[in-house]
Nanobody, 122 residues
Framework: VQLQASGGGLVQAGGSLRVSCAASGRTFYVMGWFRQAPGKDREFVAALSLSTGSTVYLDSVKGRFTISRDNAENTVFLQMNSLKPEDTAIYYC??????????????????WGQGTLVTVSS
């Protein structure tokens, strides 16, 4: 099983970035993104049910972030617009192969990618 995250970088406040997560090796039912800022706990950002297409977002990113998928490539994207300095964090993709319900906690996911750094300058 492999989750390969990519697409992080440095962007000015108000800008946009898209991070990607390519998944392989298992059948996944839910894929999501978490983030961890320096000195803070990892927090849920967004998740997508691969069977129903339903999505869940952290309140502070609603309307700015969009999670989507490319079924052909088994890849999930997180489009991040109107970025703020407080969005600065390492972003981790996660996938669930044993649960079909979207969880907002890390315990709901079975596999994790290596993380990609997103830095938003003010």
């Amino acid at each position: 099983v492999q989750l390969q995250a990519s697409g992080g970088g440095l962007v000015q406040a108000g800008g946009s970035l898209r991070v990607s997560c390519a998944a392989s090796g298992r059948t996944f039912y839910v894929m999501g993104w978490f983030r961890q800022a320096p000195g803070k706990d990892r927090e849920f950002v967004a998740a997508l049910s691969l069977s129903t297409g339903s999505t869940v977002y952290l309140d502070s990113v609603k309307g700015r972030f969009t999670i989507s998928r490319d079924n052909a490539e088994n890849t999930v994207f997180l489009q991040m617009n109107s970025l703020k300095p407080e969005d600065t964090a390492i972003y981790y993709c996660a996938a669930a192969s044993s649960r079909t319900v979207i969880y907002r906690t890390s315990r709901g996911y079975d596999y994790w990618g290596q993380g990609t750094l997103v830095t938003v300058s003010s």
